[in-house]
Structures are given as structure tokens and as C-alpha cells.
């Protein structure tokens, strides 16, 4: 079975390619098209903007990705009227309905889209486009649940250079626990088995990324704030004077029983001590970006081992693009090390933390019993939970 996976809940235009047989599962191709450079002015997404750019990106990276899986043939053909489906996205219907008169149908068996959580306009575009496609080449199509791919990106195990992937044993790891932690989620998800999920956790205001975000554009450190801020971050440990500068955050619900999280506090606290200062000098930028990532490590890992210890799990699984930053699993896997914890830690390999399509994919093809469902049923759900 092939699977064409599309991801367009955020500001990335994804679409992977995947080959299943068995317990093995290959990715052929695996495309991103980021929107870092539309979004920098504003210091975070703009959802008319991003929507805009997924209609002009989706039809480039099909191509893309059915060329680099090597299922790209050209062939003239009628049109397929999908005009209809795409009445709202006029710009992605031109590109798609010339990229159908040119291009055989390929050798897929089923669409896999996202269609939430995520930006309504961005949701619906990829949705849509998806809805065509299906139309257009006579495929079944199913939706799948963003937060639920960022969970299962960590089972794509790489076993060699030529991107084949397989299945991580399942006996071995469930129950776990995951934590999802995005510029949208933060989330602490108690999953039992494959569909089964329980969110026992989460923000109930800004979200870790969305902090990183806003805490970069206090400290004029540009966009995304994650890796800005990272980055930043770094400087004080390759400088000694530079590491003698002190500053203190607060870790806001660190010591409260649930497994709940607050940012927005650690956002405003950095605002008011920016605003004290007379001039913001490279020492204390780099001071209050270490600390900032240091509080925002703490109650992430603080929350989840202590989720992970009360329901007695066999893994912690990280997930989403915060997850990316090297100082978090860093001190991740610290802390299980010397605690002597049991349990097993799993991360997604860099290009599957941030959004991507080979999530869309493993997703599909783990959940075998979802049944494809009908093109005019399928629809964006921007708000959808586990």
C-alpha cells in the first residue's frame, strides 16, 4: 500500500510519500516547504498569509514528492472539475487543475490529510486539496488528528540511509506517557495503546512555544523564538563573563499536584524586567534567554515524570517542535538517568519534531481500521482534541 500524506495545519506546506508492506514502512519522499521567511515580520504565523502561501506551495511539493518517490509520469488528460471542491482557493485550483492535465495518475492507494487541531484557513486548504486529489484520481481518504501524529512521529525508527523506516515494538512501551509541546500545544497525553489517549495535562494559557515566540520578540531575538532563543542561550556557556550575569525567573504551577501548565506569567515577568532595564546589553539578553529556557525545561520535565511516575508508565515519549531543542532532551534524559527512573525515552529524530507529512503517514497506516470516509463528510476541525 501507498499512502500521499499532507500536512497543512500550521505555516509548513508537507507532503510525504510512504510505502507500507508488513510491519515495514518506507518513506519515499518526505517534503516541507516552510514559511519562516512570510511570518518574521509579524513574529508569529499570520493565517491569511499562511493560507495564501499553501495554495501557491501544495501543487509544487506534490510534484516534488511524487517525483522524488519516483511515481511522477507525464501524461496529457482530460479536465477532472475540480473547480468545485477548490471555489474558495482559486489560486490553488489554477495549479492543481494544470498539474492533473499533465501528470498521470500515480500509484497510490489512499490520502491521508490533516484536518486538525490547527489554523482553520490553513486546515481547509490542505483539506480540500486533499478532497480534490481524491476526487480527481478516485482514491479513498481518510483525516487524522495533528496531536495524535506528533505522538506516533516517535515510532518511525530509522534502520538505514536509504530512509526505510520500521515499527517500534509495541509490547514494549505502552502505557506511556507523551508530552506534545508546540508553538500551539502543550499537552500531557496518557496513551494505553494505539487510539487510546487521555489528555491528563495541559496549558491553560500560552502555549511553551508560544512563550519561546513571545519572549524572543521581547528580547529582539527575531522569529521562531525556540531556536532563537536557544541559540542565544548558548553564548553563556562559551563565555565566562558573560555567564556571570544573573537573572531570575519564577516557575509558574511547578509545585501544584495536577499536571497542568501556565506560561503566560513567565512571558509577563520577562516583560516587566526588560522594561526595568535602561538598556537591554548583549549579557543580559543572552542571561535572560538561558534562564527563560531553563524555566520553561523545568516545568516540562518536573509535570511529566511526575505524570509518568503516578500512572506507573513503561515510556515517555516527546513530541512537537519544542521538542527539537537539545537542552530539553538533554536534560530529559539527565534527569531519568539519575533518578534511576524505568523507564524509556523516546524522541523523534530532528525532521519529524516539527510539522511534517511522514507523521500524516505512520498515522494512516497504524490506524489500519479507520475507514476512509466520504469526500463531502470530510472536513477541518480546528479545535478537534484526542
Known amino acids: 500500500m501507498k499512502i500521499l500524506a499532507i500536512e497543512t495545519s500550521c505555516d509548513d506546506t508537507c507532503i510525504a510519500v510512504a510505502q507500507c508492506q508488513g510491519s515495514n ?3 519515499l519522499s518526505n517534503i516541507v516547504s516552510s ?15 499562511a493560507r495564501r502561501e499553501h495554495q501557491k506551495n501544495l501543487t509544487t511539493v506534490l510534484e516534488q514528492a511524487l517525483k522524488k518517490a519516483k511515481l511522477l509520469k507525464k501524461e496529457k488528460s482530460k479536465s477532472f472539475r475540480i473547480q468545485e471542491i477548490l471555489s474558495r482557493e482559486e489560486i490553488l485550483s489554477k495549479l492543481l487543475d494544470s498539474f492533473l492535465k499533465n501528470y498521470k495518475k500515480p500509484d497510490i492507494d489512499l490520502i491521508a490529510v490533516t484536518k486538525g487541531p490547527g489554523l482553520d484557513p490553513c486546515l481547509w486548504t490542505g483539506v480540500n ?11 479513498p481518504i481518510i483525516g487524522i488528528n495533528h496531536i495524535e501524529a506528533h505522538i506516533l512521529a516517535s515510532f518511525l525508527e530509522k534502520t538505514g540511509s536509504n530512509n526505510k523506516l520500521s515499527i517500534i515494538n509495541q509490547s514494549k512501551i505502552f502505557p506511556a506517557i507523551s508530552l506534545i509541546v508546540s508553538g500551539g500545544h502543550t499537552q500531557i497525553i496518557l496513551m494505553k495503546k494505539f487510539g487510546n489517549y487521555e489528555i491528563v495535562g495541559e496549558t491553560r494559557d500560552d502555549a511553551a512555544g508560544e512563550a519561546f515566540d513571545k519572549i524572543a520578540r521581547i528580547l529582539g531575538l527575531g522569529y521562531p523564538g525556540g531556536p532563537a532563543i536557544q541559540k542565544e542561550a548558548e553564548k553563556i556557556c562559551r563565555n565566562i563573563e558573560m555567564s556571570k550575569y544573573r537573572v531570575k525567573l519564577p516557575r509558574p504551577m511547578l509545585y501544584t499536584k495536577d499536571y497542568d501548565f501556565s506560561f503566560s506569567g513567565l512571558k509577563t515577568a520577562v516583560l516587566y524586567d526588560a ?14 534567554a538561558k534562564e527563560a529556557q531553563q524555566a520553561i525545561i523545568d516545568i516540562l520535565i518536573k509535570k511529566t515524570i511526575k505524570a509518568a511516575k503516578d500512572y506507573k508508565v513503561k515510556t515517555i515519549i516527546l513530541g512537537g517542535g519544542v521538542s527539537a531543542n537539545k537542552e530539553l532532551q538533554k536534560q530529559f534524559k539527565e534527569k ?14 530532528i525532521k519529524f519534531c516539527g510539522d511534517n507529512a511522514a507523521m500524516i503517514a505512520i498515522t494512516a497506516y497504524l490506524k489500519k481500521n479507520l475507514k476512509p470516509v466520504k469526500i463531502n463528510t470530510l472536513a477541518a476541525e480546528p479545535n478537534i482534541r484526542l
Open 336 to 349: 531519568i538517568k539519575k533518578e534511576n527512573l524505568d523507564f524509556e525515552f523516546q524522541i523523534p529524530k
Open 275 to 288: 522594561k526595568k532595564r535602561k538598556k537591554q546589553t548583549q549579557s543580559y539578553i543572552s542571561a535572560m
Open 129 to 139: 486539496f486533499a478532497k480534490a486529489l481524491s476526487f480527481a484520481w478516485n482514491l
Open 25 to 27: 514502512f518506507e518513506l
Open 35 to 49: 514559511q519562516i521567511e512570510v511570518h518574521k515580520e509579524f513574529g508569529g504565523v499570520y493565517p491569511s498569509l
